[in-house]
């Protein structure tokens, strides 16, 4: 034998021994199937365990037995394996077991040919595929049953390497219309730079939970980063992320109305400027930081009321929201804030020097002294200012008030001035606060009494009336004149009781005099008598206890204080009014009512001030005002007292005038009632005593 080929043989056979025990022994199942009848040549072991066939009843088994359907007819791959264009394939099939029962499989086919390329036979290798499709079953499953739960919730789940890069996401991705697959793999940055979000990652990576807080598309959300752990290590991230929007906003609306609330609070809802009660909390804040306010400016707009009462409301609010913006734009550095009605603080949060405040008076004045067009008006305000410079922490009480004093100075020397707050001013607010502490005791204390003055009939010299002028004896002072301290009653508030007390005693001793000889009592009532409320009801009560008719009253008011609320006086003048009660105006002509003012007011008697009466009859502006204020009278039907009638002369001028009655020392001096009584029981003898 050729040694040559018994070595090969025995090669060969070692080979082919080789092949059968790997085919044999194979994890997998094998077959070999014949060409073309696809019977089975051998089946291997583990084919014998994966079907439950023997290798003998495998072995000549079509195999279409075991693996039924189309590996012919429908697999193409079959064709293509015969036709010679591919060498194998895989293909997914469903293998029947002995028993009927079908498991899936993985058939991997290979072709066996001879020298030719022709067909021989088909190696098929069976791997069981259903440990592999339960556990994706399982997975489908469970996953199926997270998306669903995730579904529910308004979170998004997602997890990234420690390279940044999405490894799954869930939840919330059908409602922003995208897809895991638009995600996944993909590195963090492509979805947010968001460099709050990029912190909480690297701070999970670092081991350390954190939120992140975003707004993405007007959408808030809040992410938590949590991360996750392979034993110690940190392999990823987990965040979850949920649209917070709506807490968001609802938080916010809560903050925003309760900032705008804040804001109505301390706020003028025209100007938008800081109201009185912000300004003395700022002023609180200055004064408890290192060197308080330097300075307070007040301003006080000259004749406002004339702009609301000819112009009408919008004019006014017009008027103040251009001075607002004037001022605040002169005044960068200052704090401008809306003090009141028409009344304006600037406050300096810095030190100023006396020379700065000044000039910063006379800026005030500057900045109004250019036309401001209002609608079709062309209009021009000035303003009063006082000013108060601050003394390093100076209470914001004393500021206030010190700038307080400052302005009415101003106010008292007209129009367009200002004054800074001085040592007299200290000394008169000293004294003010000495008065207030008098007359709080005087009216217990019978400090208090009633001067009666005639009001005559000038061409018969009757006596007609007279008017109850109040007197303060003080205890060390003596006599101290109304002109003093019925200011300081009106600002303390003890002009109400004072004024009860005036109007009680006054109705009372005229009520004898009143039934013998006719007269009337003129009684002076404080602007802030008459319009706190009651004011009619309380005199209608007076006059009823005492028995007085309220024809036999008149109540004055001075002309100054018609410059308030014209509405409020109206209402209370028309209560007296129609309760028979006179209404008279007071020192008429020194006050700036207007024509159209006058007319809204129902009046009475008009009391021509004593200023047009001194030398009426040798100063010929006098006489012209005199005059005009009694053609005024008559147009709106009121009845005149010419006041402070001090000689023949003038007497006799205003009579020739057509005034009827007058006041004044020529006629009568103010004086207790039993004065008043003797000269009306016996004239003549008064007259003659008088002269004596
Ligand atoms: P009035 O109501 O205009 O009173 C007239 C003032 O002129 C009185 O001053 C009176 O004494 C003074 N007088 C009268 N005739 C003459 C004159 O011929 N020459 C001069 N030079 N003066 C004359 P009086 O009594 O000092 O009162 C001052 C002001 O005090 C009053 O002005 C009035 O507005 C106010 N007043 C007086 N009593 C009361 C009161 O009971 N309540 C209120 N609210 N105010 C009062
Ligand atoms: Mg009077
Ligand atoms: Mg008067």
């Known amino acids: 034998p050729d040694p040559y080929l018994s070595a090969r043989k025995s090669d060969l056979l070692d080979e082919l021994r080789r092949y059968q025990t790997m085919f044999e022994r194979g994890a997998l199942g094998q077959l070999t199937v014949d060409y073309p009848s696809f019977d089975i040549g051998a089946g291997n072991r583990a084919m014998c365990a994966m079907t439950g066939y023997s290798a003998a009843e495998l072995a000549g088994m ?61 190696l098929v290798l069976l791997q069981d595929l259903t440990q592999q499709r339960l556990a994706e079953q399982v997975q489908r499953r469970s996953q199926a049953v997270i998306d669903a739960a995730v ?51 690297a701070s999970a990576l670092a081991g350390v939970e954190s939120t992140a807080r975003t707004v993405v598309g007007g959408e808030s959300y809040m992410t938590l980063c949590a991360p996750l752990r392979d034993g110690g290590d940190v392999t990823g991230v987990v965040s979850i992320t949920t649209n917070i929007s709506a807490e968001v906003s609802a938080e916010a609306k809560r903050r925003e109305a309760d900032e705008l609330r804040l804001f109505m609070a301390h706020h003028d809802a025209l100007t938008g400027l800081p109201g009185r009660s912000w300004l003395i909390e700022h002023l609180g804040d200055l004064a408890a930081a290192k060197q308080g306010a330097g300075a307070l400016l007040l301003l006080d707009l ?36 809306r003090y009141g009605g028409d009344e304006f603080a600037l406050v300096a949060p810095f030190t100023v020097e006396r020379a ?84 709080r005791v005087a009216l217990g204390a019978g400090e208090l009494s009633i001067a009666y003055q005639p009001i005559v009939d000038l061409a018969r010299r009757d006596i007609v009336g007279a008017e109850a002028l109040l007197r303060w004896k003080h205890p060390e002072r003596g006599q101290v004149s109304p002109a003093e301290f019925i ?66 009253l008149t109540v004055e008011v001075t ?46 008697v008009i009391k021509l001030d004593r200023g047009f009466v001194t030398g009426v009859d040798v100063r010929a502006e006098a006489r012209g005002m005199a005059a005009a204020i009694l053609q005024l009278s008559a147009a709106i039907g009121a009845g005149v007292v010419a006041e402070g009638i001090e000689t023949e002369a003038e007497a006799a001028t205003l009579l020739d005038l057509g005034y009827t009655h007058g006041q004044g020392y020529l006629l009568g001096r103010p004086m207790p009632i039993e004065d008043l009584a003797a000269r009306l029981r016996a004239p003549l003898d008064y007259a003659v005593r008088e002269l004596q």
């Open 62 to 122: 079509n195999v279409a037995v075991i693996i039924p359907g189309d590996h012919n007819s429908g697999a193409e791959t079959t064709d293509q394996l015969v036709a010679g264009t591919v060498d194998g394939y895989s293909v997914e099939r469903s293998l029947r077991r002995r028993d009927g029962t079908m498991i899936p499989v993985l058939s991997t086919v290979s072709a066996v040919r001879d020298d030719d390329g022709r067909l021989l036979q088909l």
């Open 151 to 201: 579904a529910t919730l308004p979170v998004t789940f997602t997890t990234v390497d420690r390279d940044l890069r999405m490894t799954s996401i869930a939840g919330g991705l059908e409602r922003a219309g995208t897809r895991v697959g638009d995600f996944l793999g993909h590195h963090i940055s492509e979805f947010t730079t968001d460099p709050e979000s990029l912190q909480a990652l």
């Open 302 to 337: 000259d004749d406002f009321n004339l702009i609301n009462d000819s112009l009408g409301h919008e004019v006014g609010d017009a008027v103040l929201l251009d001075v607002a913006g004037r001022v605040t734009s002169a005044f960068p550095e200052w704090t401008v804030t």
């Open 356 to 439: 700065d405040a000044v000039a910063a008076a006379e800026g005030v004045h500057a900045v109004l002294d250019t036309d401001m067009e209002v609608g079709p008006h062309s209009l021009r305000v000035t303003a009063s200012v006082g000013v108060a410079l601050g003394q390093g922490r100076s209470a914001s009480s004393t500021l206030l008030r010190n700038a307080d004093s400052a302005l009415s100075h101003a106010k008292d020397a007209g129009p367009g001035q200002y004054r800074l707050y001085d040592a007299a001013m200290r000394r008169q607010v000293q004294h003010r606060l000495e008065m207030q502490g008098g007359l």
């Open 487 to 552: 200011p300081v009653a009106e600002q303390s508030g003890l002009i109400v009781p004072i004024g009860r007390w005036v109007m009680d005693t006054a109705c009372d001793d005229v009520l004898a005099l009143q039934r013998t000889h006719g007269i009337y009592v003129s009684v002076n009532v404080s602007i802030r008598q008459l319009t706190s409320g009651g004011c009619a009801e309380w005199v209608e009560e007076v006059l009823a206890r005492i028995g007085l008719q309220p024809c036999a």
């Open 559 to 604: 002309e100054s204080a018609l410059m308030d609320d014209i509405g409020e006086i109206r209402t209370a003048f028309n209560r007296l009014r129609s309760r028979g009660v006179r209404v008279a105006i007071d020192d008429f002509g020194t006050g700036y009512s207007s024509l159209s003012r006058l007319q809204q007011l129902p009046v009475d």
